[in-house]
């Protein structure tokens, strides 16, 4: 991993650096590792090939691959769909790739992350090495309790992974990357269409959710759209404090002011639409939350203040609740942390 420290450095020091030499860092070793750190008992693609099974004979295997990579002639299978049922009853639809396309893409994974996370802003926390959730959770309880918050903009992408648009995110890549065979890889990918009980069809929008890649296009995609568009807009729009905390595609903005909060939400929507995507009118809100929410409304005879649910705790003016679907256990900091916002919210 020495050359993608390397890469990592030389992004630190240049963030206007365009990389043209990238694919040697794809090396039989580097795929090697990438088998490796691929979850042992994911669910098999349309190849039927288990991690196991695809093990046997590893060295050929990665040698072929490596060199097919490198001429060109790397060609990856479409990923099979299969549904997910949602809480809403719905079905979340998810791709899974066969193990050697994901050997494929974890390898991409770490020779592009290498640049992007000397780019990412602090507030994005999702699928980012040492980023995990309950940091997020850490970030949002500082802004609401110990920041200029008001009013929280609760907001949802409609359909965010179906809807990235590839010309767009090829485009975002380009900024960083040069090297045309990489980009090529990372088109590949993303054109490999899916297969739906034996039917192809071909991809020509989107992401497949479960895929080893999609994380980090995800996040590539909304650091151009949504993460260095707000950070202008509340450095040289805004008058009142404004924050963000980001986990993927799942973001709340703490707003000190109403007015603001209306207009940054409006301005918003006009510029998610020019990239293809759009916020869910039933699921985004505006609503009045922070330390002064709860004496606020009672004081104008309107109630209790909404709550919001992020990362699967709903976020409550007195208190902050775990929510029965929450799997991941606390961990005693942020238990505690959350314990004390519960007696300085009142």
Not at 229 to 237: A, C, S, T
Request: with cysteine.
């Amino acid at each position: 991993m020495s050359s993608l420290h390397r890469i990592r450095k030389t992004a630190k020091a240049n963030r206007t650096f365009r990389f043209n030499n990238l694919l040697h860092h794809i090396t039989p070793m580097l795929l090697k590792n990438a088998y490796d750190n691929l979850n042992k008992k994911a669910a098999r693609g349309i190849d039927c090939e288990t991690w196991h099974t695809y093990g046997l004979g590893l060295s050929d295997k990665l040698h072929r691959l490596h060199s097919n990579i490198h001429a060109r002639r790397y060609k990856p299978q479409p990923s099979k769909r299969i549904g997910l049922l949602k809480s809403d009853g719905r079905q979340r639809p998810i791709g899974i790739a066969v193990v050697e396309d994901k050997v494929v893409q974890q390898a991409l994974v770490w020779v592009i992350q290498s640049i992007y996370e000397e780019d990412f802003l602090g507030f994005s926390y999702g699928f980012r090495p040492k980023r995990h959730q309950h940091k997020a959770l850490d970030a949002l309880f500082v802004a609401l309790t110990d920041k200029r918050v008001n009013w929280v903009i609760d907001a949802d992408i409609k359909g965010f992974f179906d809807n990235i648009d590839h010309h767009w995110m090829m485009k975002f890549l380009a900024h960083r990357i040069s090297d045309k065979r990489i980009l090529s890889l990372v088109e590949k990918l993303l054109k490999a269409g899916v297969s739906d009980e034996g039917v192809w069809s071909a991809s020509e929008m989107g992401t497949a959710q479960g895929s080893v890649l999609s994380p980090l296009l995800a996040n590539i995609y909304l650091f151009y759209v949504l993460d260095l568009w707000i950070n202008k807009w509340r450095k040289q729009e805004a008058f009142g404090e404004i924050y963000i905390v980001r986990y993927a595609d799942d973001f709340v903005i703490g707003c000190e002011y109403q007015h603001e909060a209306r207009q940054l939400l409006n301005k918003l929507n006009e510029h998610l639409k020019q990239f293809n995507l759009t916020l869910h009118e039933e699921k985004t809100r505006l609503l009045e939350f922070g330390r002064h929410a709860k004496k606020n409304r009672a004081r104008q005879g309107k109630g209790k203040p909404e709550t919001f649910t992020f990362l699967g705790f709903t976020h409550i003016c007195s208190q902050l609740l775990s929510i029965a679907q929450t799997h991941t256990p606390l961990s005693q900091s942020t238990f505690l942390r959350l314990t004390r916002c519960r007696s300085r919210m009142h």
